[in-house]
């Protein structure tokens, strides 16, 4: 699920968008404040932020200068939020590497089709540097292609599974908790427990077949994809 985070300080407005976003299927994270999204974002990337550009704390145009100055936010698609008549922040704002921009007051539609626009260019092209396939033993995974194949036999995976296994993949080696596979493969929702990293983790296994060996089971502690092909007994 593609995250958005709206960093807006008039309440009724970022409920109007959080609402609406969550109705189109993202997954809405918002907050008031600048420095508190920029945290956010650090924490967790989104795949784009609604920037307000008059924020209480510091211009949404330093928001967005930060972004930009991050290697790890850089990609980091951004729509701002302009006043009518600021036709100067609006034109900074793209200079500094904001995607589009909406003026207030706008229509929830206009600002979902620009969203949907955004991001629907972002994973076309600006969004995060395609990744090599991989070979690791009997497995190779494209992950910009989100496919898996087992001795050349295509493993039909979910965006989950997916996520998983490259999760685990890329850690390769290092043991995984499941409160840390939980975290970084489903966001932590609340809803979830350790009991989802286990299912899934089983379903995978099944998928993987004879790789599915490559991930192991650290007793008490989680899951390790094996350091070597051979180490999958
Ligand atoms: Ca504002």
């Keep these: 699920m593609e995250r958005i985070l709206v960093i807006e300080d ?11 976003l969550r109705q189109a299927g993202y997954d809405v994270t918002g907050v008031e404040r600048g420095n508190a999204g920029l945290a956010l974002a650090r924490e967790r990337p989104p795949d784009l932020v609604v920037l307000d550009l008059m924020l209480p704390d510091i211009p949404g145009l330093d928001v967005c ?6 290697a790890r936010l850089r990609k980091v698609a951004v729509i701002m939020l302009t006043a009518k008549g600021s036709e100067i922040d609006r034109i900074v704002g793209l200079e500094l590497g904001a995607d589009d921009y909406v003026t207030k007051p706008f229509s929830v539609r206009e600002v979902l089709l620009r969203v949907q ?6 994973s076309a092209g600006g969004g995060p540097d395609p990744v090599e396939p991989v070979v690791f033993g009997r497995l190779r995974i494209d992950h910009t292609a989100h496919r898996a194949w087992v001795d050349d036999r295509e493993v039909a995976l979910t965006a989950l599974e997916m996520r998983l296994l490259w999760t685990l993949y890329q850690r390769r080696g290092r043991v995984q908790s499941r409160g840390t596979l939980l975290d970084d493969v489903w966001d932590a929702d609340p809803e979830n427990n350790t009991r989802t990293v286990d299912t899934h983790v089983k379903r995978l296994r099944e998928k993987l077949g004879t790789a599915g060996d490559y991930v192991e ?9 094996a350091a070597q092909p051979e180490d999958g007994s």
Excluded: C, H, P, W
Aim: overall charge positive; glycine content about 10%.
């Design 10 to 20: 008039e309440g009724d407005i970022r409920q109007v968008l959080e609402y609406n």
């Design 117 to 122: 626009a955004v991001l629907r260019r972002s």
């Design 217 to 225: 089971t650290v007793r008490g502690v989680g899951y390790r994809f």
């Design 65 to 70: 200068r930060a972004m930009k100055a991050d």
